[in-house]
């Protein structure tokens, strides 16, 4: 860490055909032990499986609140920690509902990127996509035309 500024690692951009940049989210799951929190137990765990072209990616996200405290948090990517920082010399796995080290307190914002390079599939095509607005019933898709990729 340089001053207050993390040290930046530069990533590899993921190989994939630059015609079949295509992300679906093929999996979405939720643990929420909320139910016992009369206990003491408050936990999250929500994973995100992410199809880009043939290529996987597996995101885990996983809060904890200490009793009394402050809440913890791991993130993880394809089994690589993300956050709390990786020690030298090896991966952290943790289980929700194995309680083990691995979290930490969250004191700031965490920005990190799966670098690809590709072109999305359908873009200026009018009504290649559809949308479906979070205040609207989630029966109701509308077409949508992609002007461009950022």
Not at 35 to 49: D, F, N, P, R, S
């Amino acid at each position: 860490m340089v001053g207050n500024r993390p040290t930046l690692k530069r990533q590899k951009t993921v190989p994939i055909d630059k015609d079949e940049v295509d992300f679906r989210v093929v999996h979405f799951s939720c643990l929420d032990t909320s139910a016992l929190t009369m206990v003491g137990k408050h936990c999250k765990e929500t994973h995100w499986t992410v199809a880009v072209g043939a290529k996987k990616v597996e995101i885990i996200l996983r809060v904890d609140k200490v009793p009394g405290a402050h809440y913890e948090v791991a993130v993880e990517c394809n089994g690589e920690v993300i956050f709390p920082e990786a020690k030298p010399g090896g991966k952290q796995r943790t289980s929700i509902l194995g309680g083990s080290s691995g979290r930490a307190p969250l004191t700031q914002d965490i920005t990190w990127t799966y670098p690809f390079c590709g072109t999305v599939k359908g873009i200026g095509k009018p009504r290649f996509f559809e949308v479906s607005p979070i205040h609207q019933s989630r029966e109701r898709w509308w077409p949508a035309t992609l002007k461009e990729q950022v």
